[in-house]
Nanobody
Framework: QVQLVESGGGLVQVGGSLRLSCAAS????????MGWFRQAPGKEREFVAA???????NYAECALGRFTIARDNAKNTVFLQMNSLKPEDTAVYYC????????????????????WGQGTQVTVSS
């Protein structure tokens, strides 16, 4: 049973930074594609960033230039460094893990992920 546990969320002012972590257990982490999604109140869950087992990454337009995804396979952990935060970044952020390979264009689809964390709240105040 794979479990993903996010941490690092909180309240931050506009322009500030946060580093989210997602610790995985119960599976072979190094084989998984890992992603970050977010969901704001009243909105659908949206893709933020993903990284393959080999370190290839993919970002949503909203994350380009501000967010960085990274993984530490030795610690079974994936990170999301978020800089220059904006009020529109306020959301619950979810970590997700995927088994198997799909086309890069499908990394943005939640349906291609098998495992999900419980989420961590990020609030950016203006």
């Amino acid at each position: 049973q794979v479990q993903l546990v996010e941490s690092g969320g909180g309240l931050v002012q506009v322009g500030g930074s946060l580093r989210l972590s997602c610790a995985a257990s119960g599976g072979t982490f190094s084989n998984y594609r890992m992603g970050w999604f977010r969901q704001a109140p009243g909105k659908e869950r949206e893709f933020v960033a993903a990284i393959s087992w080999s370190g290839i990454f993919n970002y949503a337009e909203c994350a380009l230039g501000r967010f960085t995804i990274a993984r530490d396979n030795a610690k079974n952990t994936v990170f999301l460094q978020m800089n220059s935060l904006k009020p529109e970044d306020t959301a619950v952020y979810y970590c997700a893990g995927a088994v198997g390979q799909v086309a890069l264009t499908l990394w943005r689809s939640p349906q291609t992920y098998n495992y999900w964390g419980q989420g961590t709240q990020v609030t950016v105040s203006s």
